[in-house]
């Protein structure tokens, strides 16, 4: 078997366990692994390079079955029975869709009640289960590690050598453990503690590692806070982030479509309580966070390490000692058009994007909404909410959540990536200044010359009522709230 | 994949850190579904300003692109790597990478090779003087060397052995495609399919 714990192995970390269970060879002599992939999730960007050069080659799919596609990326959110506009678009999904049917690839097109962001699918498919490797040709497949799976993202050529293979030669990564004790205040959600753990290992301090997030705040958390944790670890530079699965993550995939039932669903289980790091294990570094102390986070230039608590002030470059550091906040604040010593609560926004692999889920929805709920919106403040599948805009539906966010003033979207990236045409006008839900704030990422300020769905949510980055704690203050 | 031992050309002095793969080639210029063609993409955020270094006359046809700490972080698009190689790039260096971003350039034949933070700014500071100045960097060697300054760079050895090599990965992995078969009949029944599709 290859899911074997033996008690005659030395104690092994989390990340340790699933790269042992999927070793299909060891490398010699300076050669990397050859790692098994269980779950390969595709989307329309960065796939019709491999499948070309699988055509080119004379090159099957090689595990159909562990193969999944769906269209997210640059799809419209909005008249989507319509045919895509931007004519580049519909190439890449008509690419997509005739790839899939002569590989025989499963695909779930815009329409279909399980289209959405390929990182909000697999997991409510119940296809992204604990211990499995899982890739994807996108930075933030980290998401599915969430349930002890080891995910990582992949640029095209692995995309091409997965599909030909299911494997992928890699060398071992580095661990470094993220432990977050204590108990978050009312407020204070998933999304603040991954930026200030970004903020304080820096965007490149994860790099060569796997990242695993313990302690008691992380056990508190759902999984789609969870999720929400791992998506960002590549923003601190980590390919893969992992949380050991516990009673949470069992009860989330249980039930669902392509979780294992019966016989199957004991021993998967029985499995699963093996993976836990153990005790006596060692990590190549730690960091600690005390989450009694996090407050709402948000970022102020433009890469995620550049973020403060909300309560704070722009921070002034000249007191930043890396040089590197401090040429980048300068620029940043150049580019943001902000001036050092300015508080971020006196920073008023154009639009608010509440949406993302990161934060589209139910929770987040249900999280935004409950802030919200009976008030309007700032006057002049662009909302769009954008759910990350069909599936979660059905069940937000049903939970009438929708009503709420259209009786704001908010615009109440189709699924997709959307202005996280602003491939289709969900952009920011240049100029425009966003509080956004989503992952990276890099320049012009929501659209040419947009500024971009990393928030969580509860900050999102206050932001657009005041029309200043604000928290719920701020209106409390204001007597408006609770 | 063509062999790669060594390149003299011209190198820019890209004194820029953080340079994520947004800004290598914004996420608009994804779109299109072939492997070449992305040169105009690349840097599109900046090339409109005529003082961007690379759009400098004595910079033209550069191969070496020197650039500062995390170079290529953020998003996985490979297309950050094709928009550099239309360009005309062979060789990038730096401090530092991102790690997908190292593994993509690998695949391209594009050489990411770091090199310590004092060296990138002393070859910075040798082109700077002398704009234009064609730069060598050997694989084989593991150096680069700029008129009398000679530095080295690092590589992982099987990156640089399959560059040195213009070894195909997926040709590489097939060639003893039975230790995969070997490993698939061991896999548990437990394990997820996406196929048949089950209902929810």
């Known amino acids: ?482 | 994949m063509q062999k790669f031992e060594k390149v003299t050309g011209i190198a820019v002095p890209f004194r820029r850190s953080n340079v994520d793969t947004d800004q290598i080639i914004p996420a608009v210029y994804l779109k299109r579904v072939t492997k070449t063609g992305f040169e105009d993409a690349l840097f599109a955020g900046w090339r409109q300003d005529p003082e961007f270094v690379l759009n400098r006359p004595e910079y033209q046809g550069a191969r070496i692109l020197i650039t500062g700490p995390d170079f290529g972080t953020g998003s996985s698009r490979e297309h950050a790597v094709w928009a550099l190689r239309d360009f005309g790039f062979d060789v990038v260096l730096s401090p530092r990478f991102g790690d997908i971003f190292r593994g993509n350039s690998g695949k391209q034949g594009l050489l990411a090779g770091e090199v310590a933070e004092p060296d990138v700014e002393a070859l910075w500071a040798i082109i700077e003087a002398q704009p234009g100045i064609e730069l060598t960097v050997d694989l084989v060697e593991r150096k680069v060397t700029a008129g009398s300054l000679s530095v080295p760079f690092e590589i992982d050895d099987y990156t640089r052995w399959r560059l040195i090599e213009g070894l195909d990965d997926i040709g590489l992995t097939l060639r003893d495609a039975d230790r995969i078969d070997r490993f698939e009949q061991t896999r548990e029944s437990w394990r997820p399919r996406t196929l048949p599709v089950k209902q929810s």
């Open chain 1, 1 to 482: 078997m290859n899911a074997n714990t033996s008690d005659t192995l030395p104690p092994r970390t989390l990340a340790e366990k699933v790269w042992d269970a999927h070793l299909v060879s060891k490398g010699e002599n300076g050669e990397p692994d050859l790692i098994y992939i269980d779950l390969h999730l595709v989307h329309e960007v960065t796939s019709p390079q491999a499948f070309d050069g699988l055509r080119m080659a004379g090159r099957p799919v090689r595990r159909p079955d562990l193969t999944i596609a769906t269209e997210d990326h640059n799809t419209p959110t909005i008249g989507i029975d319509k045919p895509i506009a931007d004519l580049t678009s519909r190439t890449q999904i008509e690419t997509l869709r005739r790839n899939c049917a002569e590989f025989g690839v499963r695909l779930h097109s815009l329409g279909d009640i399980e289209q959405g962001i390929v990182h909000v699918v697999g997991p409510q498919l119940g296809l992204t289960q604990p211990g499995i490797t899982v890739v994807c040709g996108d930075s933030h497949t980290s998401t599915h590690g969430a349930f002890g799976a080891m995910a990582f993202g992949i640029g095209t050529s692995e995309v091409e050598h997965v599909l030909a293979t299911q494997t992928l030669p890699l060398k071992p990564f580095k661990t470094m453990a993220i432990t977050v004790e204590g108990t978050l205040r009312p407020g204070v959600t998933a999304k603040d503690i991954i930026l200030a753990v970004i903020a304080k290992i820096g965007t490149g301090g994860g790099q060569g590692y796997v990242l695993e997030y313990r302690g008691s705040a992380i056990r508190a958390l759902s999984m789609d806070g969870r999720m929400t944790i791992c998506n960002m670890s590549i923003e601190a530079g980590a390919r893969a982030g992992m949380v050991a699965p516990d009673h949470t993550t069992f009860d989330y995939v249980k039930g669902r479509a392509h979780a294992p039932e019966g016989q199957d669903w004991d021993d998967a289980v029985a499995y699963w309580r093996t993976l836990a790091t153990d005790d006596g294990a060692t990590f190549d570094a730690e960091v600690f966070i005390d989450a009694d102390a996090l407050e709402p986070f948000v970022t102020w230039g433009t890469n995620p390490g550049q973020g403060v608590s909300l309560s704070d002030t722009v921070p002034n470059p000249v007191e930043i000692e890396d040089p590197h550091e401090r040429a980048a906040a300068e620029r940043a604040l150049e580019y943001m058009d902000l001036a050092a010593g300015t508080p971020l609560k006196d920073i008023a926004v154009d639009a608010v994007f509440m949406g993302s692999c990161t934060n589209s889920r139910i929770e987040d929805l249900r999280a935004f909404a409950s802030v919200i709920q009976g008030k309007k919106k700032a006057d002049g403040v662009r909302v769009m909410v954008v759910p990350g599948s069909a599936r979660v805009r059905i069940e937000a539906e049903a939970e009438g959540l929708d009503k709420i966010i259209t009786d704001f003033g908010a615009e109440w979207r189709f699924a997709g990536c959307s202005m996280c990236l602003g491939m289709n045409p969900d952009q920011l006008a240049p100029g425009e200044r966003c509080a956004s839900t989503s992952n990276r704030n890099f320049e012009g990422r929501q659209g040419k010359g947009g500024r971009t300020h990393l928030v969580s769905p509860l900050v999102a949510a206050a932001t657009a009522i005041r029309g200043t980055l604000s928290s719920p704690w701020d209106l409390q203050i204001e007597g408006e709230a609770r």
